[in-house]
């Protein structure tokens, strides 16, 4: 509780034990959200993927943590999230989320956020979408290709387009068009760096 206090008065950035504390908590309150979830691993799945969404803020003592759900077309669970900024008006969060067989976890700080697919520390995001490997090879990147929509290129093919959360006009609208087949690593590429940037702008955290 002291430690929380000077973070929030003093603005400090969390200790490696205050994070993992923090992915604790935050797997606890989404766990019965997360039995729910229905397995989906194919491709082709991944387009029942809406950007339709349940969530709310828990209080803690000294900030909030944000839990949510995300569904197919058909109002299935496919993927639950939590959220925590750590300093007011900064940019120092934690981001947890998890489909049936996955977890993605995203430590964000200043203009990059370091990622985890299944607790493997893989590299890093930046907020211009760029995502590199720990060895700092280009894997991936986000662009923008319509007013609507974001080209996703994972090594040097377009694989996919993702629907712009902020831009969303309809009930249940499908968040991903699949162009490319995929192995199984390149698809938990496009799902880290989909999910990173689908919670921060569904929620306008970002």
């Not at 229905?38 to 828990?58: D, G, T, V």
């Not at 669970?77 to 300093?87: A, E, F, T, W």
């Not at 090879?137 to 290709?145: K, P, S, Y």
């Amino acid at each position: 509780m002291i430690e929380d206090f000077l973070r929030v008065t003093l603005k400090m950035a969390p200790t490696q034990r205050r994070i993992q504390k923090d992915l604790a908590t935050i797997s606890r309150e989404t766990s019965e959200w997360k039995e729910q979830l229905i397995p989906w691993e194919k491709e082709n799945e991944m387009e029942l993927f809406s950007l339709n969404q349940q969530n709310k803020w828990i209080k803690q003592t000294w900030d909030r943590i944000l839990k949510g759900v995300f569904y197919s077309i058909y109002n299935e669970p496919m993927l639950v999230y939590g959220y925590k900024n750590y300093i007011r008006g900064s940019r120092n969060f934690l981001i947890y989320a998890a489909t049936q067989s996955h977890d993605f976890i995203f430590r964000g700080k200043k203009s990059k956020a370091q990622f985890f697919i299944d607790r493997e520390h893989v590299g890093h995001i930046t907020d211009d979408g760029l995502m590199y490997s720990n060895r700092k090879r280009l894997l991936g990147r986000r662009n923008d290709f319509t007013p609507d929509h974001y080209s996703v290129v994972i090594w040097d093919r377009e694989v996919a387009h993702l629907m712009k959360a902020q831009r969303v006009d309809r009930v249940n609208p499908r968040a991903f068009e699949i162009m490319e087949t995929m192995n199984d690593r390149e698809q938990l590429l496009l799902m880290a760096i989909s999910f990173y940037t689908i919670i921060l702008e569904a929620n306008k955290l970002d």
